[in-house]
């Protein structure tokens, strides 16, 4: 069973940085592909970043591109969300995702209707 589990939210003011962490077990995810998508108040769930587990090929949301940065320590079964310049707009609680297990070594999801696994999300808060 497939495990993933958030930390690193919080408050941080407009401009700053926050590092969200997934630790992720219960599976060998070497062919999975992780990523991060959140949820505003009100709004539907969104697409942030995801990369394939082995090769470690990105892809980004167009409303974090250049600003948020997503990596894999796999060591540590861990994954990163480095957020900088961040805005009140990107104040959600952020969720960590996985594929299933056969998704491949360098395919990466442009959007989050190829997630599987998620965690129960860290909040996010950024003021103005």
């Known amino acids: 069973q497939v495990q993933l589990i958030e930390s690193g939210g919080g408050l941080v003011q407009a401009g700053g940085s926050l590092r969200l962490s997934c630790a992720a077990s219960g599976s060998t995810f070497s062919r999975y592909a992780m990523g991060w998508s959140r949820q505003a108040p009100g709004k539907e769930r969104e697409f942030v970043a995801a990369?394939?587990?082995?090769?470690?090929?990105?892809y980004y949301g167009d409303s974090v591109k250049g600003r948020f940065a997503i990596s894999i320590d796999n060591a540590k079964n861990t994954v990163y969300l480095q957020m900088d310049s961040l805005k009140p707009e990107d104040t959600a609680v952020y969720y960590c995702?996985?594929?299933?297990?056969?998704?491949?070594?360098?395919?990466?999801?442009?959007?989050?209707?190829?997630?599987?696994?998620w965690g129960q999300g860290t909040q996010v808060t950024v003021s103005s």
């Open positions: 995702a996985s594929t299933g297990p056969l998704y491949g070594t360098i395919r990466v999801p442009n959007n989050q209707r190829d997630f599987v696994y």
């Open positions: 990369i394939s587990w082995s090769a470690g090929v990105t």
